[in-house]
């Protein structure tokens, strides 16, 4: 059995940096994609970014390009979310999830949540302004 958890999660003033954190136990077989999706209040979950299983491959939403990092420490278990210059908008809970690559270690599916098998917790971030 899988199991993810966040962590690194608070409060932050706007254009301020945060580090988000996944640490995942658990054995698993297969090749796999790491993903962080988010979710406001009263708003759908939706994707934030996702990783391929080496780290050669990266997709993020344009609404974080160029302010957001995913990155991967596979001898960790652990993947990372570098997220520099938050606005409020970006407050939201944020889960990270893991779905099955089919055997491809550069394979990053389209960013829907029902790619992923496995998800966190979620951690909350806040972003006043």
């Known amino acids: 059995q899988v199991r993810l958890v966040e962590s690194g999660g608070g409060l932050v003033q706007a254009g301020g940096s945060l580090t988000l954190s996944c640490a995942k136990s658990?054995?698993?077989?297969?090749?796999?994609?790491m993903a962080w999706f988010r979710q406001a209040p009263g708003k759908e979950r939706e994707f934030v970014a996702a990783?391929?299983?080496?780290?050669?491959?990266?997709r993020y939403a344009d609404s974080v390009k160029g302010r957001f990092t995913i990155s991967t420490d596979n001898a960790k278990n652990t993947v990372f979310l570098q997220m520099n210059s938050l606005k409020p908008e970006d407050t939201a809970v944020y889960s990270c999830a893991l779905g099955f690559a089919g055997g491809k270690s550069d394979y990053i599916g389209p960013p829907l949540t029902s790619e992923y098998r496995y998800w966190g917790q979620g951690t909350q971030v806040t972003v006043s302004s």
């Open positions: 658990g054995r698993t077989l297969n090749v796999y994609t």
């Open positions: 990783i391929s299983y080496r780290g050669r491959g990266t």
